[in-house]
């Protein structure tokens, strides 16, 4: 199992945020990001799943959202 640190899944939580407020579809982000994370798949499917999630609501989209997740 890939051991993943905090500030990597950090930098890929920011980048889905900056990602998703511009407007990237899920497809663009799964490829380029989530795809290319060097991380074990379960790790990449939480990554799926944070990018999903705020496509699909954008009205919580926000910092403390970010901090919560991120430890």
């Given at each position: 199992?890939?051991?993943?640190?905090?500030?990597?899944?950090?930098?890929?939580?920011?980048?889905?945020?900056?990602?998703t407020?511009?407007?990237?579809?899920?497809?663009?982000?799964?490829?380029?990001?989530?795809?290319?994370?060097?991380?074990?798949?379960?790790?990449?499917?939480?990554?799926?799943?944070?990018?999903?999630?705020?496509?699909?609501?954008?009205?919580?989209?926000g910092?403390?959202?970010?901090?919560?997740?991120?430890?």
């Open positions: 199992m890939t051991t993943v640190g905090t500030d990597s899944v950090g930098f890929l939580l920011r980048a889905i945020d900056k990602r407020d511009a407007g990237d579809s899920l497809e663009t982000i799964d490829a380029e990001l989530v795809r290319a994370a060097p991380m074990d798949e379960d790790h990449r499917s939480a990554l799926w799943l944070y990018a999903w999630s705020r496509l699909e609501t954008p009205s919580s989209h910092t403390d959202r970010l901090a919560r997740i991120s430890g």
